[in-house]
């Protein structure tokens, strides 16, 4: 059965940095597709970034030019540098996979999740 477990979350001023990780575990499976997706208290699962087996990423408007997605095949991590961090950055933080190479911003096209890391930012 795959696993998947995140890290790196915690408490942050605004402006300061993050690096998330999420690492893969169980079984022979690739996950051709990986996502990072955030929840803050009473709102929706957004997606954030993602990136592809291959290198390609996607990220939402929200944190381009702020978050860098990026994955370790060999050690099936993948890993979100998050700089220049908002106090609306603060949210729940999942990684996810499909078994799809292709993208997706909907949260039920993932076929693994992560518990989630906790980011706070403070103002």
């Given at each position: ?7 790196g979350g915690g408490l942050v001023q605004a402006g300061g940095s993050l690096r998330l990780s999420c690492a893969t575990s169980g ?97």
């Amino acid at each position: 059965q795959v696993q998947l477990a995140e890290s790196g979350g915690g408490l942050v001023q605004a402006g300061g940095s993050l690096r998330l990780s999420c690492a893969t575990s169980g079984g022979t499976l690739r996950l051709p597709f990986m996502a990072w997706f955030r929840q803050a208290p009473g709102k929706e699962r957004e997606f954030v970034s993602g990136i592809k087996w291959t290198g390609g990423t996607f990220y939402a408007d929200s944190v381009k030019g702020r978050f860098t997605i990026s994955r370790d095949n060999a050690k099936n991590t993948v890993y979100l540098q998050m700089n220049s961090l908002k106090p609306e950055d603060t949210a729940r933080y999942y990684c996810a996979g499909r078994t799809l190479s292709s993208s997706s911003y909907v949260p039920n096209d993932y076929d693994y999740w992560g518990q989630g890391t906790q980011v706070t930012v403070s103002s």
